[in-house]
């Protein structure tokens, strides 16, 4: 008997239908957004692939490859994001899993991004390189933690499957998160500070609103994150409610 696919709109209750957690619109709005996301962090592999066959492999290979590695794990996490939506019980819980790992790896990129930014910013200063790898390690930690605590639940009478999130690891890498951001803005304006009243003023003043705003997008996003870590039902904290997600792509 062949298995079709319906949204949660209107889906029949029988085996030979898969449905989705969501609605027509909200997976029409999500298939656009992924899409436009799956575009950037594919231009952001072909411009860095450019960029090394035109200049060589050469100090720069770093820089490339970290921006390389989060693009690939943005597109991984996409594509997992939106498959989580047509999981069925069988594939719940390993289904989760790829996904939570694919987020974490994506988040941890991005976070290792910023950081390699902050600390060539500095000039290689080593107190800066030193508080780097323990953000670094500290944030890769909750991520390991939260791995083996956040578990798939199958909602059997709507059939679809939902991540528990853990409320203690869920606020502890958002947490790092916002501590890595806050640290490489202020890193990176501190060094380029001094600057400020010379030729280069203009470009400290970018920089400055470049990691502001950044900053700005990070915190609410981060803080939201921490937020529906508990998740909410009819204003009553549920710790049941799946996690929400977000993504960045660099090119």
């Not at 030979?16 to 575009?39: D, K, P, R």
């Not at 640290?183 to 304006?189: A, G, K, Q, Y």
Request: a negative charge; glycine letters at 6%; one cysteine or more.
């Amino acid at each position: 008997m062949p298995t079709f696919l319906t949204t949660r709109d209107d889906c029949p209750s029988t085996d030979n239908y898969v449905q989705t957690s969501l609605t027509v619109f909200q997976l029409s709005i999500l298939t656009l957004i992924l899409g436009l996301t799956a575009e950037v962090a594919l231009s952001g592999i072909i411009s860095t692939i450019c960029f090394i066959l035109k200049k060589g492999i050469n100090q720069s290979w770093r820089l490339a490859s970290l921006i390389t590695f989060f693009n690939v794990w943005c597109i991984a996490y996409m594509c997992c994001f939106f498959a989580n939506s047509f999981l069925v019980e069988e594939t719940c819980n390993s289904g989760t899993f790829a996904t939570n790992l694919a987020s974490h790896f994506f988040y941890n990129a991005f976070d290792a991004f910023l950081l390699y930014k902050a600390f060539a910013t500095s000039g290689g200063n080593e107190t800066v390189f030193y508080a780097c790898v323990l953000l670094i390690a500290h944030r890769i930690a909750w991520s390991g933690a939260d791995l083996f605590h956040v578990v798939a639940s199958w909602d059997g009478d709507n059939r679809t499957c939902q991540s528990v999130t853990n409320a203690v690891t869920g606020i502890g890498y958002n947490a790092a998160d916002i501590a890595i951001d806050l640290f490489s803005t202020i890193v990176s304006i501190g060094s380029n500070w001094k600057l400020m009243g010379t030729s280069y003023g203009k470009m400290v003043e970018v920089i400055a609103c470049d990691n502001i705003l950044r900053s700005v997008v990070v915190l609410s996003i981060t803080s939201y994150g921490i937020y529906s870590t508990f998740g909410w039902r009819n204003g009553i904290v549920d710790t049941t409610r799946p996690q929400t997600a977000t993504s960045t792509s660099l090119q």
